[in-house]
């Protein structure tokens, strides 16, 4: 079965520098929930899309934004990278309630 | 705010040696209640989604139960590729603010089955 495609799987940034991670849905899903989480860490939910509109946003820094496309991919774009930003990043695709969870994107910033 | 604790942060069983794994949860209105494995690396991985005080599911050696404060996720007979870190998200109602659209984490449940 089809699962939560994430490109790139690794990424290395200097600082300031910008970055742009592309999450492709399982097909027929409606809502992409993007999280990140750092070494040890619990995922931090950053924003969720339904339908294509931005249904919530979570602790998502100023610095970073996202949108859905006409078909269906996400992308979560990043600037003025800081080294905090390093971290594992994911894109999560649900229906009906059930999320689940692509590989994910691990971001390194030097 | 909606808050979720795990507990053990840390588990180590021998092989067959069955137990539980704890989440407790605070939050107005529960949508859903999510059990994940996640290897390291690697994207957290669906195992239950549990709704409604009472409920029960049940893959394989892991039964997940829900009651209003709590969920458990039992392990029975594991196995060396049990091993992993096993997480519990909430799913607080729509529109409720705050992120609640997103799933919100404890900090996971490490678990290591040794042979």
């Known amino acids: 079965a089809a699962g939560v495609i994430q490109s790139p799987r690794h990424l290395i940034k200097e600082k300031r520098e910008t970055a742009t991670l592309k999450c492709y849905p399982i097909p027929r899903h409606d809502t992409v929930y993007w999280y990140q989480q750092g070494p040890g860490q619990d995922p931090q939910f950053l924003i969720s899309?339904?339908?294509?509109?931005?249904?919530d946003k979570g602790s998502i820094p100023d610095r970073f934004s996202a949108q859905q496309f006409s078909d269906y991919h996400s992308e979560l774009n990043m600037s003025s990278l800081e080294l905090g930003d390093s971290a594992l990043y994911f894109c999560a695709s649900g229906h009906t309630g059930e999320l689940f969870f692509g590989e994910g994107s691990r971001l390194t910033v030097l | 705010e909606d808050q979720v604790t795990q507990s053990p942060e840390a588990l180590r069983l021998q092989e067959g040696e069955s137990s539980s794994l704890n989440c407790s949860y605070t939050?107005?209105?529960?949508?859903?209640l999510f059990w994940y494995r996640q290897d390291p690396g690697k994207g957290p991985e669906f195992l239950f989604t549990l709704y409604s005080a009472g409920e029960e599911k049940e893959k394989e050696r892991l039964k997940a139960t829900l009651t209003k404060k709590e969920s458990f996720l039992h392990i029975t007979a594991p196995k060396p590729e049990d091993s992993a870190t096993y997480l519990c998200a909430v799913q607080a109602p729509m529109y409720s603010g705050g992120g609640a659209d997103g799933l919100t984490f404890g900090k996971g449940t490490h678990l290591i089955i040794q042979p």
């Open positions: 939050v107005s209105g529960l949508r859903g």
């Open positions: 899309f339904y339908e294509k509109m931005q249904s």
